[in-house]
């Protein structure tokens, strides 16, 4: 099984700051890692898959980079929406797995 | 409106069933992968079972094998999980999912306890 491990666990920031999310893959997952938002109460939204493709209708804002193990979402400016818990999954191998989650909070 | 909905959740007893239903409308589900993902009460997403078009492969989380059962019949566009055996540990809110990720039900709530 792939562990993904996601860092920080927290991150607290203020409005228009940038946010950096990190996911490591305990074994190479080549492009195939997806980023998800969730809010209190909702369910999770796809925001980028294969790495670096923004799902349809996700902000410019949302940026996601990186291959193999190592990859980051990156928020370039944060909104007061935006403020969530962010998941990445790698859909490489079964079974499937989800990283832990990044709150990000505001400072 | 394009949406799908889950029903069949509730309280159960250790070790009972449930069959968890999930109805799709207003898209095309035969040609897709189905997935049904789980979140524990204050939890993060674990990923439970996924099946393909045509029933032709069924995966599942090592958690579930052998107690869960994913199906589909997509003449009424339907996405069902069998839980046989549950555990106090399969609490959770369980959504479907449908391929590529991008649509996701409201999710059900399946309680186990005595």
């Known amino acids: 099984e792939i562990v993904l491990t996601q860092s920080p666990t927290t991150l607290s920031l203020s409005p228009g700051e940038r946010a950096t999310l990190s996911c490591r893959a305990s074994q190479s997952v080549s492009k195939y890692l997806a980023w998800y938002q969730q809010k209190p109460g909702q369910a999770p939204r796809l925001l980028i898959y294969d790495a670096s493709s923004r799902a349809t209708g996700i902000p410019a804002r949302f940026s996601g980079s990186g291959s193999g193990t190592d990859f980051t979402l990156t928020i370039s400016s944060l909104e007061p929406e935006d403020f969530a818990v962010y998941y990445c999954?790698?859909?490489?191998?079964?079974?499937?797995?989800f990283g832990g989650g990044t709150r990000v909070e505001i400072k | 409106e394009v949406q799908m909905l889950e029903s069949g959740g509730g309280l159960i007893q250790p070790g009972g069933s449930l069959r968890l239903s999930c109805a799709a409308s207003g898209l095309t589900f035969s040609s897709s992968v189905m997935n049904w993902v789980r979140q524990a009460p204050g939890k993060g997403l674990e990923w439970v079972s996924s099946?393909?078009?045509?029933?032709?492969?069924?995966y599942y989380a090592d958690s579930v094998k052998g107690r869960f059962t994913i199906s589909r019949d997509d003449s009424k566009n339907a996405l069902y999980l069998q839980m046989n055996g549950l555990r106090a540990e399969d609490t959770a809110l369980y959504y479907c999912v449908k391929h590529p990720w991008n649509l996701w039900g409201q999710g059900i709530l399946v309680t186990v306890s005595s």
């Open positions: 999954q790698q859909r490489s191998n079964w079974p499937l797995t």
């Open positions: 099946i393909t078009p045509s029933d032709d492969n069924t």
